[in-house]
């Protein structure tokens, strides 16, 4: 009790939150209240007070505190531009050529998405992933028909100097999984994934 004795100097404790030990070993937090008993010669001799365990009260108190930490930083990350992130590099196809050979492409490169160009050299559409799922399992024969046919129109972009938060909503109206940045002179730059902007995914962009 030294502890207490220390912080009740005045002879009253006023909701002292104190970690103690119970006999199986665990820790639980309790919130003290109490006033000292004193001798005649103004010596305390004992306290008379309450002691509650606010143990899950401290707990819910703590986790409060951790989100609205991660929620600041997560603030921070998604003001930024998108330029300061890692993009991944932009992979191409031209429009005339088959949803076989996208497929190909794809595997080769390892990646999930195909920028589809015309002869002009002009961003005419994307091809996902979820494309090549949506269209060509159980339809085999959509793998000889020209990728024109399956890829999704027009190509969403966002400038490199948008905020990650702006590229976050982006994707939520359009329900997409990446979007084509960029640069300062409207070339592609290259492509964002939402799995770069895990923050906005976690928390509800009305909290945010």
């Known amino acids: 009790m030294k502890r207490i004795a220390v912080k009740s100097a005045g002879g009253t404790i006023d909701r002292e939150i104190i970690n103690f030990k119970r006999y199986d070993g665990s ?3 309790a919130a003290i209240w109490a006033t000292a008993g004193k001798n005649k010669d103004g ?10 365990d606010v143990t899950e009260i401290m707990d819910k108190e703590k986790q409060r505190n951790k989100q609205f930490s991660e929620m600041q930083t997560a603030l921070l990350f998604l003001n930024q531009p998108i330029e300061t992130l890692p993009l991944e590099k932009t992979i191409e196809c031209s429009v005339d050529i088959s949803v076989i ?3 190909k492409i794809m595997n080769r490169d390892n990646t ?12 005419v559409g994307v091809i996902t992933d979820g494309d090549m799922r949506r269209h060509v399992v159980g339809n085999a024969q ?21 905020c990650i938060f702006e590229a976050g909503m982006m994707m939520g109206q359009n329900g997409i999984s990446h979007v084509f940045v960029t640069d300062r002179d409207g070339n592609v730059d ?3 994934s939402s799995d770069s902007i895990v923050p906005l995914q976690k928390y509800s962009p009305a909290v945010l």
């Open 190 to 192: 290259g492509v964002l």
């Open 101 to 103: 050979d996208a497929a």
């Open 142 to 162: 959509m793998l000889n028909e020209p990728v024109s046919k399956i890829m999704s129109s027009p190509v969403v972009t966002v400038p490199c100097y948008s």
């Open 112 to 123: 999930d998405v195909l920028l589809v160009k015309d002869a002009t050299n002009k961003s």
């Open 43 to 52: 010596r305390i001799i004992y306290y008379d007070g309450i002691i509650d």
């Open 27 to 29: 820790v639980f937090s």
